[in-house]
């Protein structure tokens, strides 16, 4: 693997230091192996390429920390119902929503889904994302399932974005188990959760615990059960009713707790006190005209770390792009530019356990970088609606330029 060096005007760490204005970044062996002001030592550059971004922002590789990224289909057929203010989960009852792309995904076979994967893992990487967690739950069978999962496990041998498996059966009741929520539960647990962790398919386990959906005692047990199999643990909470999802997810030890827009007060409490990273997804908010955000201030005024993503889906945030998502955390949640992109970096691979490899550009980290065509962090979210890429480099390998795929 070749070294690489990079210089910039404007280099954002995303680690307890300052930016560095007008400096460079030494990449050896696909780990960052230096920092600096002003140009690098001389010896670099006898076994380095180099690559002048001054005038342009690096930043660590973006993670995009809650995806579902493998699924069949689409749902623009349901554009028009939530204009028409129906709501998420009278779509679900009509049987569209989840269920609907649970029809597609299982009509797909596994090459198919790996296509369709690729085509959007290709979006992610050209707007600047270098890692990504993905979301089982279009499945909600055990056949499907595992193909979903086999599909990200695959995609993330050859592509350039790294990928985190989460095991999401538990996303909606399937039609098959309709009336009978325990009997689906106790099919997860007995036959698809130890098959997944037997054949290390999934890092991670999470649950859909919403009303209509996943009770909290329900999830708790999923999550107990998960635990005892090697499982890390996520959930999505609180985010239509407040259900208490978040003292959950503190009580479990959680990894992350997702969506939030319901919390309560005991719960910003719990997080912030068992270390429970927040991943709130602004995208989502917009896209189903919810008419409110996540509270990312009150949050981080409270202790708990906070990282967003896309929520990439088919129903409600279909956009690979962080940077669309950056939009609507600045100007729906109010969060400046500083605090947006540390959220999509080392808060991020907080919430998929990778702090200590990713999301930051220290020494000993991995080489994954995002070079934008902006002189500094703010014109990037100034200049919003289109994408600001230049170069992308992954495990200090060039990856795109020009904002283009190499």
């Given at each position: 693997?070749?070294?690489?060096?990079?210089?910039?005007?404007?280099?954002?760490?995303?680690?307890?230091?300052?930016?560095?204005?007008?400096?460079y970044v030494f990449i050896e062996d696909g780990k960052i192996k230096d920092i600096g002001k002003g140009d690098a030592p001389k010896e670099y550059?006898?076994?380095?390429?180099?690559?002048?971004?001054?005038?342009?922002?690096?930043?660590?590789?973006?993670?995009?920390?809650?995806?579902?990224?493998?699924?069949?289909?689409?749902?623009?057929?349901?554009?028009?119902?939530?204009?028409?203010?129906?709501?998420?989960?009278?779509?679900?009852?009509?049987?569209?929503?989840?269920?609907?792309?649970?029809?597609?995904?299982?009509?797909?076979?596994?090459?198919?889904?790996?296509?369709?994967?690729?085509?959007?893992?290709?979006?992610?990487?050209?707007?600047?994302?270098?890692?990504?967690?993905?979301?089982?739950?279009?499945?909600?069978?055990?056949?499907?399932?595992?193909?979903?999962?086999?599909?990200?496990?695959?995609?993330?041998?050859?592509?350039?974005?790294?990928?985190?498996?989460?095991?999401?059966?538990?996303?909606?009741?399937?039609?098959?188990?309709?009336?009978?929520?325990?009997?689906?539960?106790?099919?997860?647990?007995?036959?698809?959760?130890?098959?997944?962790?037997?054949?290390?398919?999934?890092?991670?386990?999470?649950?859909?615990?919403?009303?209509?959906?996943?009770?909290?005692?329900?999830?708790?047990?999923?999550?107990?059960?998960?635990?005892?199999?090697?499982?890390?643990?996520?959930?999505?909470?609180?985010?239509?009713?407040?259900?208490?999802?978040?003292?959950?997810?503190?009580?479990?030890?959680?990894?992350?707790?997702?969506?939030?827009?319901?919390?309560?007060?005991?719960?910003?409490?719990?997080?912030?006190?068992?270390?429970?990273?927040?991943?709130?997804?602004?995208?989502?908010?917009?896209?189903?005209?919810?008419?409110a955000y996540a509270n990312a201030r009150k949050l981080i005024k409270r202790g708990v770390r906070v990282a967003i993503a896309t929520d990439y889906?088919?129903?409600?945030?279909?956009?690979?792009?962080?940077?669309?998502?950056?939009?609507?955390?600045?100007?729906?949640?109010?969060?400046?530019?500083?605090?947006?992109?540390?959220c999509m970096t080392i808060h991020a691979a907080y919430a998929i356990d990778r702090s200590r490899e990713l999301g930051s550009i220290e020494i000993?980290?991995?080489?994954?970088?995002?070079?934008?065509?902006?002189?500094?962090?703010?014109?990037?979210?100034?200049?919003?609606?289109?994408?600001?890429?230049?170069?992308?480099?992954?495990?200090?390998?060039?990856?795109?330029?020009?904002?283009?795929?190499?």
């Open positions: 693997m070749g070294n690489l060096i990079v210089r910039s005007d404007c280099i954002v760490t995303c680690n307890e230091n300052s930016d560095i204005l007008d400096g550059y006898d076994h380095a390429d180099f690559i002048d971004a001054r005038g342009k922002t690096i930043t660590p590789g973006l993670i995009d920390a809650h995806t579902h990224l493998i699924h069949g289909g689409s749902r623009e057929n349901e554009l028009a119902l939530k204009l028409n203010g129906v709501s998420y989960l009278e779509i679900l009852k009509m049987g569209g929503g989840i269920l609907s792309t649970v029809a597609s995904t299982r009509k797909a076979s596994k090459d198919e889904l790996k296509a369709q994967g690729k085509v959007r893992l290709d979006q992610m990487l050209v707007h600047g994302t270098t890692t990504i967690e993905a979301k089982s739950g279009y499945g909600l069978d055990f056949e499907t399932e595992v193909k979903c999962l086999e599909a990200a496990s695959e995609l993330n041998q050859v592509h350039a974005v790294d990928i985190v498996n989460t095991y999401l059966g538990a996303h909606a009741i399937p039609e098959a188990y309709k009336g009978n929520t325990e009997g689906y539960m106790t099919f997860m647990i007995n036959e698809v959760m130890p098959y997944i962790a037997e054949n290390k398919l999934a890092e991670f386990m999470d649950v859909f615990c919403e009303e209509g959906v996943f009770s909290p005692e329900q999830s708790k047990i999923l999550m107990k059960a998960a635990k005892k199999l090697g499982y890390k643990l996520k959930i999505h909470a609180d985010e239509i009713v407040p259900l208490k999802g978040a003292e959950l997810a503190s009580e479990m030890q959680a990894v992350s707790a997702d969506h939030l827009l319901a919390i309560s007060e005991e719960g910003i409490d719990a997080m912030s006190k068992a270390k429970v990273t927040a991943v709130l997804l602004p995208g989502t908010s917009f896209y189903l005209m919810l008419g889906n088919p129903g409600s945030c279909p956009t690979e792009n962080l940077q669309e998502i950056m939009t609507h955390a600045c100007f729906g949640m109010r969060l400046l530019p500083e605090e947006i992109i540390r000993g980290k991995s080489g994954d970088l995002a070079i934008f065509k902006a002189p500094n962090l703010d014109y990037i979210i100034y200049h919003f609606g289109i994408n600001h890429v230049d170069k992308v480099i992954k495990n200090g390998k060039l990856v795109v330029e020009n904002g283009n795929l190499i």
